[in-house]
T-cell receptor, first 116, second 114 residues
Framework: DTGVSQNPRHKITKRGQNVTFRCDPI?????LYWYRQTLGQGPEFLTY????????KSRLLSDRFSAERPKGSFSTLEIQRTEQGDSAMYLC??????????????FGSGTRLTVV | AQSVTQPDIHITVSEGASLELRCNYS??????LFWYVQSPGQGLQLLLK??????LVQGIKGFEAEFKRSQSSFNLRKPSVHWSDAAEYFC????????????FGKGTMLLVSP
């Protein structure tokens, strides 16, 4: 197991274009999270999945953002009609799930998005 | 709602000196607490976590943290800092149940001077 993998590492896009990021979690982890981190801030929660079900979405996740986790394995995060304010590091994390225990996360290295 | 405050945005420590990074949390019950470290351009790496039991927890890279319920604090310490410890450090809080996401502080940037 090589940990949580995110691709691409960097993405530069023009304003108005669509972008898609991929996250491959640790294989035995059934929880997958997306966080966004802007300069000088801690990670902010966007959304999470348990297996293939998207269980919670933050108010930060506007209707231009969509996330999927088909078959409960990898996940994609798509941003449509990108804006300069979307420039950030997008972090994926995974964890095992036990209703009685919060295990914390294993993070990927992130995808740095720059909208020009 | 849960929240985390890291009052120091930047801290500079001389190499070999001791380090303490502050973290205060707000949560209605006893939370799970975490410290993560982030090197520039990288994701976050878990340093240590507190779930229950001994309030002094040991982590990787020689770090430790102490949970103080009365002060709602979970400060990170290291007795002797190395230049490679220069990075950003994030404290995070989550509920004890697995039905919870983590809330992060804004981070403290550690600079190590020779």
């Amino acid at each position: 197991d090589t940990g949580v993998s995110q691709n691409p590492r960097h993405k530069i896009t023009k304003r108005g274009q669509n972008v898609t990021f991929r996250c491959d979690p640790i294989s035995e982890h059934n929880r997958l999270y997306w966080y966004r981190q802007t300069l000088g801030q801690g990670p902010e929660f966007l959304t999470y999945f348990q297996n293939e079900a998207q269980l919670e979405k933050s108010r930060l996740l506007s209707d231009r953002f969509s996330a999927e986790r088909p078959k409960g394995s990898f996940s994609t995060l798509e941003i449509q009609r990108t804006e300069q304010g979307d420039s950030a590091m997008y972090l994926c994390a995974s964890s095992p799930f036990d209703r009685g225990t919060n295990y914390g996360y294993t993070f990927g290295s992130g995808t740095r998005l720059t909208v020009v | 709602a849960q929240s985390v405050t890291q009052p120091d945005i930047h801290i500079t420590v001389s190499e070999g000196a001791s380090l303490e990074l502050r973290c205060n949390y707000s949560y209605g019950a006893t939370p799970y607490l975490f410290w993560y470290v982030q090197s520039p351009g990288q994701g976050l790496q878990l340093l240590l976590k507190y779930f229950s039991g001994d309030t002094l927890v040991q982590g990787i890279k020689g770090f430790e943290a102490e949970f103080k319920r009365s002060q709602s604090s979970f400060n990170l310490r290291k007795p002797s800092v190395h230049w490679s410890d220069a990075a950003e450090y994030f404290c995070a809080v989550g509920a004890r149940s697995g039905y919870s996401t983590l809330t992060f502080g804004k981070g403290t940037m550690l600079l190590v001077s020779p």
